[in-house]
């Protein structure tokens, strides 16, 4: 396939609710979109790196720059920058999906037309609001649910849910909101001698 037209765009679009996790409180997400041109078909493809390189070392802004100044020439030529080459990745086999006039699951060699997906809930304004939340998603059929933690919304979160679902899976996403402690030297003899 001959690509015959490029167009690459950072937009900032708001977020419905606050999406609040370790990281901060998100209003809006910062996104890179991509339009490709081919054959008399066009499609459009998205990245959406974190707007801060907090996550990892590629942020928006960055992945913009990439994609329009290095990679929508030259793809293989610059190394890494998955956020980047992601973009167009995607916005290429959209396209080709479109050149073959089949879905998109069946241009990548997929069989279903259906995936299991969970729910996804950020940090809450209180353990009521969360309940509400998990029991809507458990009913509208979702098999698991990731939940956020930050300081001050942990443990304690933790042992809620778990209390008032004790048999349904949840998934736990700290973002980088804990670290592992070094053990002491003590500690550590300590724990040698007790073993067996």
Same mark, same amino acid.
């Given at each position: 396939?001959?690509?015959?037209?490029?167009?690459?765009?950072?937009?900032?679009?708001?977020?419905?609710?606050?999406?609040?996790?370790?990281?901060?409180?998100?209003?809006?997400?910062?996104?890179?979109?991509?339009?490709?041109?081919?054959?008399?078909?066009?499609?459009?493809?998205?990245?959406?790196?974190?707007?801060?390189?907090?996550?990892?070392?590629?942020?928006?802004?960055?992945?913009?720059?990439?994609?329009?100044?290095?990679?929508?020439?030259?793809?293989?030529?610059?190394?890494?920058?998955?956020? #980047?080459?992601? #973009?167009?990745?995607?916005?290429?086999?959209?396209?080709?999906?479109?050149?073959?006039?089949?879905?998109?699951?069946?241009?990548?060699?997929?069989?279903?037309?259906?995936?299991?997906?969970?729910?996804?809930?950020?940090?809450?304004?209180?353990?009521?609001?969360?309940?509400?939340?998990?029991?809507?998603?458990?009913?509208?059929?979702?098999?698991?649910?990731?939940?956020?933690?930050?300081?001050?919304?942990?443990?304690?979160?933790?042992?809620?849910?778990?209390?008032?679902?004790?048999?349904?899976?949840?998934?736990?996403?700290?973002?980088?909101?804990?670290?592992?402690?070094?053990?002491?030297?003590?500690?550590?003899?300590?724990? #040698?001698? #007790?073993?067996?």
């Amino acid at each position: 396939m001959v690509i015959e037209g490029i167009e690459i765009y950072r937009v900032r679009v708001p977020l419905a609710f606050v999406w609040k996790t370790s990281y901060g409180d998100q209003h809006d997400t910062d996104t890179v979109l991509v339009r490709m041109e081919s054959q008399g078909h066009h499609a459009w493809g998205e990245s959406c790196p974190p707007y801060i390189p907090n996550y990892s070392a590629e942020h928006t802004l960055a992945t913009f720059h990439t994609v329009r100044e290095h990679m929508a020439g030259h793809l293989d030529f610059v190394k890494g920058n998955q956020f #980047a080459r992601a #973009a167009l990745e995607i916005t290429w086999w959209v396209l080709e999906a479109k050149r073959q006039g089949v879905p998109l699951h069946v241009a990548l060699g997929g069989t279903g037309d259906r995936v299991a997906v969970g729910a996804d809930f950020g940090v809450q304004d209180s353990l009521d609001t969360l309940m509400k939340k998990i029991d809507e998603a458990i009913v509208q059929g979702f098999p698991r649910i990731k939940l956020k933690f930050r300081p001050g919304w942990d443990l304690d979160m933790v042992a809620a849910v778990r209390s008032t679902f004790p048999s349904f899976t949840f998934h736990i996403d700290c973002n980088a909101a804990r670290t592992r402690l070094p053990m002491s030297i003590s500690s550590a003899r300590s724990t #040698a001698i #007790a073993s067996p």
